[in-house]
């Protein structure tokens, strides 16, 4: 490996047989779009969710939202499936704000605090075109 593959290597998750670096930019939404969060929850929630992608040996990259919905970035492992990510940090959050915040209203008879829905995108460094012109300058051997 070159050096300069090398120094692509920061902040990338090295183990004994891979290196990698996954991305994912995850929304959820409350229950029935209610406009339920001020900017002292999202704090409240921001510490929860770090603690749960402790736990799941993941890194929290950036976290924000609004009253009724939250953004997250968030670097995860390879043997993290993205929907039992979500559903662990889905939960976590909603114990911690349900637990400091007892004035929510209930939205249903679950005590749901998130939609069951969730949006997730991979989010890399560089676009799908210049990742496939890289692919493609690379040359054959003869």
């Known amino acids: 490996m070159s050096e300069q593959d090398l120094s692509l290597l920061h902040g990338y998750l090295r183990t004994r047989h891979s290196v990698t670096k996954l991305v994912v930019h995850l929304v ?60 662990n940090l889905k939960s976590v959050s909603s114990r911690r704000i349900r637990i400091l915040n007892t004035h929510i209203p209930r939205q249903s008879k679950s005590a749901a605090l998130w939609s069951r829905a969730y949006f997730a995108c991979s989010a890399g460094g560089a676009t799908i075109e210049t990742l496939r012109e890289y692919v493609q300058s690379q040359a054959t051997p003869e």
């Open 28 to 87: 959820f939404m409350t229950k029935y779009r209610r406009k339920l969060f001020d900017g002292h929850m999202i704090e409240q929630m921001r510490e929860a969710i770090e603690s749960a992608c402790e736990k799941l040996e993941c890194d929290l990259l950036e976290m924000d939202g609004e009253a009724d919905h939250v953004h997250l970035l968030v670097a995860y492992p390879p043997k993290l499936a993205i929907s039992i990510m979500v559903n």
